[in-house]
């Protein structure tokens, strides 16, 4: 959470003073130390703070370590301002709007923060410390100059921004989720590294906002982790927002020369004023001194955990980005209430189970949960595929959807739920009701007897389930169907 170096007022000034004195305030003294607690939590982004409001509700001592801000990333500078900016820049494309969207993230990252604030958690019971973490031992936890003593200790320090190793890059002084959104006057050009989730929101709010957008991947298409078809249609999406696409783009190296950013690529050199990061990311487990406790980590500093969410320390959980390469704050809230049951009493939570979805808010929205045509294809794994366009749904074409369907892979000739991806209008609110039947193990049928409200674009789970019952129609079925209704004549 970068400090604005700018003195004169901004947009959204005051609201980044009440987000401030919410998520880390200045004035804001530690508390004394329980001689010794049930649990310590380390980080306060969505898995701790859920780990550590949960575990206090029940009664336990709790002491809950901030280095940065309350809320981690994704009050902070993540899901909620680059949700908030993308809405804002939806409803007012192709104006300059560049001010009014900021005053607007800021805006509604305060009026969140006091949901993740140090006075809420300090009101539920939990200890709040804010300050660096270190590990002294299995049992303890330097904060400064105090230390920390519990049972049972979890890790949820997050993920932060990757920096590829592309020469120059670091030394041009990029930005990052970290610090895109603490910007305080309007770019001309801007450069995007990385054309994944969050690259390629960003890249579509700033360009609706009249900014020059150059987006660029070593990979050959955008969101190259979903299906081709809505790897296009967003694609599409963007080129008519204005993004300029460079794909499979070989940056040799990147500089600034006074105001400006230059990307030498293959492709020719690029011009910014100013160049974005998004390009994967890296766990922050580095100065935790996680070797002082045998605390085992991969190559990108991931803490590594076995089904219970226990690391190679049994007393030493984790949870979230930390130790999970699916990084979503759903899964990190999650991972919470399994260490909250495996961490104060007996280890019978699992992660095994989980159907996490997964969302990209550009416009049009990609939505995925489960697996994917070309995850099972690659194992020889046999399934049906069930197809609904938006604009074969009334609503769809009320609101002139063209590009958007729901697709559902099922198990071959049976109901089982393999995975589904939704392209188009709310694909991410459009989806909640296929997790929910995962989650239960509820097949593609289920609602086939459910009414609906009509015209909506929910209506596809009945033309799902009626698509899936007509198949089911045999020859020999349609045969004793047609005596039958000779018989009746």
């Known amino acids: 959470m970068a400090e604005p170096t700018i003195a004169a007022a ?11 004195r919410l998520v880390y305030p200045p004035e804001y003294r530690n508390p004394s130390p329980k001689r010794r607690y049930h649990l310590i939590v380390i980080g306060a ?30 009050l902070n500078v993540g899901c909620v301002p680059s949700k908030a900016l993308l809405e804002f820049s939806a409803s007012h494309a192709g104006q300059d709007g560049f001010n009014e969207a900021f005053e607007w993230l800021r805006a509604v990252r305060a009026g969140i923060a006091e949901h993740d604030s140090v006075e809420r958690y300090s009101a539920a019971g939990v200890d709040v410390f804010l300050g660096a973490a270190r590990f002294v031992d299995t049992t ?49 050009r801007i450069a995007v590294i990385g054309a994944g989730p969050i690259g390629c929101e960003l890249s579509q709010a700033f ?12 990979a050959d298409r955008v969101l190259a982790n979903e299906s081709l078809e809505a790897s296009r249609i967003v694609t599409q999406a963007l080129k008519q927002s204005g993004v300029k ?19 030498d690529t293959d492709k020719g050199e690029i011009l910014a ?37 226990r690391s190679s320390n049994p007393r030493i959980y984790a949870a979230g980005d930390v130790c999970s390469k699916q990084q979503f704050t759903h899964l990190a809230d999650a991972h919470a209430r399994i260490v909250v049951q495996n961490a104060l009493f007996f280890p019978s939570a699992t992660k095994t189970k989980l159907i996490v979805p997964h969302c990209t808010y550009t416009d049009p929205e ?13 194992r020889n794994q046999a399934y049906d595929t069930y197809r609904i366009a938006y604009g074969d749904l009334d609503r769809g074409r009320a609101q002139g959807d063209s590009d958007g369907y729901v697709e559902v892979l099922t198990a071959q000739g049976q109901t089982k739920i393999l995975g589904a991806t939704i392209v188009g209008r709310d ?63």
């Open 10 to 20: 901004y947009p959204g000034q005051r609201h980044d003073a009440e987000w401030r």
């Open 45 to 74: 982004g969505p898995a701790g703070l859920v780990t550590a409001i949960a575990a206090a509700g029940l009664g336990a001592k709790v002491a809950l370590i901030e280095r940065q801000a309350m809320g981690g990333d994704c």
């Open 140 to 188: 303890t936890v330097k904060v400064g100059d105090v230390e920390l003593k519990a049972r049972r200790i979890v890790v949820a320090s997050g993920a932060r921004a990757a920096m590829p190793p592309i020469p120059g890059l670091a030394d041009a002084r990029p930005l990052t989720n970290e610090s895109v959104f603490d910007l305080l006057q309007r770019p001309k």
């Open 207 to 218: 360009s609706r906002m009249r900014i020059d957008v150059n987006l660029l991947d070593v």
């Open 245 to 263: 696409l460079h794909l499979e783009a070989k940056i040799a190296r990147v500089e600034r020369r006074g105001p400006l950013v230059v990307l």
């Open 273 to 309: 004023d100013e160049v974005l990061v998004a390009a994967g990311r890296r766990a922050n487990t580095d100065d935790l001194n996680l070797a002082a406790v045998n605390v085992d980590t991969d190559e990108s500093g991931q803490i590594i955990v076995d089904r219970f969410l």
């Open 366 to 378: 990609v939505a995925s949960v489960g697996e994917s045509g070309q995850a099972l294809a690659a």
């Open 427 to 489: 694909a991410g609110e459009q989806i909640a009701p296929l997790c929910f039947m995962m989650t239960r193990g509820l097949g593609i049928d289920a609602f086939a007897k459910t009414i609906l409200p009509y015209p909506t674009r929910a209506e596809y789970l009945r033309r799902l389930a009626d698509t899936f019952n007509r198949g089911r129609l045999t020859p020999s079925t349609k045969r004793l169907f047609s005596m039958w209704f000779k018989w009746i004549r």
